[in-house]
């Protein structure tokens, strides 16, 4: 079940294709309707063969004009995208459903234009012409798509969006907890007799925890989700054989299941807007808030590994708060040290991560904090920034 889901999150052509069939079908229906039951329409809605052809010829040449400009946009919001944001963030676009399905509404009309010139033949003296309201669906599905691009262009646009999917994944993980389907324990349990092997090189994208419990065997993980992992790696231990049809490895990471790589997704937009090439510290800024608040929903959870229980078991290792707070800012901090307003932006979601945290998480931060600071050479500061940089981090102590 996890494999389906993961494939329908990742299959960028899924929808454009079922729009495909439906242009063909809407084909085949107004065919059916001009052979069968043209009678029933109003004589202002048929027209003669000939004029049929000319209206849908001109609805394909303007279609594949317009599919022509929307793939050429589609490549310069692909190119920002990887270029001023980070490569890992194209999916956020690609996989965005209602780009899909505008792509689908394009498909589908050009597939039911084409395939209607196709089929007219001189036996149809008049027919009923459906291209009309095609048209008015396309140009709406343009409309759309410009509106679309035009947001999501925007830095703040995918910082919010990539704010949203790591608040689904902290909050679908938090009521599996208060529902008791999952709990943090402290130990992962004991040795088991059968070892559980990476079945390729790639990332560790999800697990199936469902299919995993619904049978008696018992099963430990060893790796992190998003844990880089070699074919025959051994990964875990089991109490039976063949458990790994539930463990999901792809070549590039998932947000599925990952919670640190939508952080890693946030911390990478914020490097590239501190780049020279860029020097955009504000968006940084902006993205190291985004990163405090996820950070402070994540804060209520304790350490300690994850146990899924059903007819079995499956425990799986979790990055602890402290590791995941320094991976999270350790380039930040060494790529930002020259610009203090990063450095107390830094500080700033330190102190928003403290707010909402569990004592054992506040004694992370805290000991967190000198680190931040660590490179700075307050000599050489002026009064201002150093007054500046010093207020933020009493203010992170609080």
Same mark, same amino acid.
């Given at each position: 079940?996890?494999?389906?889901?993961?494939?329908?999150?990742?299959?960028?052509?899924?929808?454009?294709?079922?729009?495909?069939?439906?242009?063909?079908?809407?084909?085949?229906?107004?065919?059916?309707?001009?052979?069968?039951?043209?009678?029933?329409?109003?004589?202002?809605?048929?027209?003669?063969?000939?004029?049929?052809?000319?209206?849908?010829?001109?609805?394909?040449?303007?279609?594949?004009?317009?599919?022509?400009?929307?793939?050429?946009?589609?490549?310069?919001?692909?190119?920002?995208?990887?270029?001023?944001?980070?490569?890992?963030?194209?999916?956020?676009?690609?996989?965005?459903?209602?780009?899909?399905?505008?792509?689908?509404?394009?498909?589908?009309?050009?597939?039911?234009?084409?395939?209607?010139?196709?089929?007219?033949?001189?036996?149809?003296?008049?027919?009923?012409?459906?291209?009309?309201?095609?048209?008015?669906?396309?140009?709406?599905?343009?409309?759309?798509?410009?509106?679309?691009?035009?947001?999501?262009?925007?830095?703040?646009?995918?910082?919010?969006?990539?704010?949203?999917?790591?608040?689904?994944?902290?909050?679908?993980?938090?009521?599996?907890?208060?529902?008791?389907?999952?709990? +943090? $324990? *402290?130990?992962? !349990? /004991?040795?088991?007799?059968?070892?559980? &092997?990476?079945?390729?090189?790639? =990332? @560790?994208?999800?697990?199936?925890?469902?299919?995993?419990?619904?049978?008696?065997?018992?099963?430990?993980?060893?790796?992190?989700?998003?844990?880089?992992?070699?074919?025959?790696?051994?990964?875990?231990?089991?109490?039976?054989?063949?458990?790994?049809?539930?463990?999901?490895?792809?070549?590039?990471?998932?947000?599925?299941?990952?919670?640190?790589?939508?952080?890693?997704?946030?911390?990478?937009?914020?490097?590239?807007?501190?780049?020279?090439?860029?020097?955009?510290?504000?968006?940084?800024?902006?993205?190291?808030?985004?990163?405090?608040?996820?950070?402070?929903?994540?804060?209520?959870?304790?350490?300690?590994?994850? +146990? $899924? *229980?059903?007819? !079995? /078991?499956?425990?799986?290792?979790?990055? &602890?708060?402290?590791?995941?707070? =320094? @991976?999270?800012?350790?380039?930040?901090?060494?790529?930002?040290?020259?610009?203090?307003?990063?450095?107390?932006?830094?500080?700033?979601?330190?102190?928003?991560?403290?707010?909402?945290?569990?004592?054992?998480?506040?004694?992370?931060?805290?000991?967190?904090?000198?680190?931040?600071?660590?490179?700075?050479?307050?000599?050489?500061?002026?009064?201002?920034?150093?007054?500046?940089?010093?207020?933020?981090?009493?203010?992170?102590?609080?």
């Amino acid at each position: 079940m996890q494999k389906l889901k993961l494939l329908y999150r990742e299959t960028n052509w899924w929808w454009p294709l079922l729009y495909g069939l439906g242009g063909a079908m809407l084909t085949a229906i107004v065919l059916t309707i001009d052979l069968y039951a043209k009678e029933l329409f109003p004589s202002d809605w048929k027209t003669t063969l000939g004029l049929a052809q000319t209206i849908h010829s001109a609805v394909f040449t303007g279609l594949l004009t317009m599919m022509t400009f929307t793939f050429s946009t589609i490549l310069v919001v692909l190119t920002t995208y990887s270029s001023q944001f980070s490569p890992r963030t194209l999916p956020n676009f690609i996989e965005n459903r209602q780009v899909q399905h505008i792509f689908g509404v394009f498909i589908g009309t050009v597939t039911y234009s084409i395939t209607m010139l196709f089929f007219m033949r001189p036996s149809l003296k008049d027919s009923v012409v459906a291209s009309a309201v095609a048209v008015i669906v396309v140009l709406i599905a343009f409309v759309a798509f410009v509106h679309i691009v035009s947001q999501s262009i925007r830095v703040t646009t995918l910082l919010d969006r990539l704010h949203e999917e790591g608040c689904m994944l902290i909050e679908e993980h938090t009521n599996a907890i208060e529902a008791g389907r999952y709990q +943090l $324990v *402290s130990d992962n !349990g /004991t040795n088991h007799p059968f070892g559980v &092997t990476a079945t390729q090189t790639g =990332y @560790l994208q999800a697990v199936d925890y469902y299919l995993l419990i619904k049978s008696d065997r018992h099963v430990v993980i060893d790796v992190a989700i998003g844990s880089y992992v070699t074919q025959g790696q051994r990964i875990g231990n089991t109490t039976q054989q063949d458990v790994e049809q539930g463990i999901i490895i792809g070549p590039t990471r998932s947000a599925e299941q990952d919670f640190p790589f939508v952080i890693q997704k946030l911390t990478e937009v914020a490097l590239r807007a501190i780049s020279p090439g860029i020097n955009d510290p504000n968006t940084a800024r902006h993205a190291m808030r985004q990163i405090g608040d996820l950070l402070r929903r994540y804060t209520v959870l304790k350490d300690g590994h994850l +146990l $899924v *229980s059903g007819t !079995g /078991t499956v425990v799986m290792s979790r990055l &602890t708060f402290a590791e995941l707070l =320094y @991976l999270t800012f350790y380039q930040l901090r060494h790529y930002g040290k020259e610009d203090i307003s990063v450095l107390a932006t830094m500080l700033e979601s330190l102190e928003i991560m403290k707010r909402s945290a569990l004592p054992e998480h506040r004694i992370s931060i805290d000991q967190f904090i000198p680190f931040v600071c660590s490179e700075v050479d307050w000599s050489s500061l002026n009064e201002w920034d150093r007054r500046h940089l010093e207020q933020a981090e009493q203010k992170a102590r609080l």
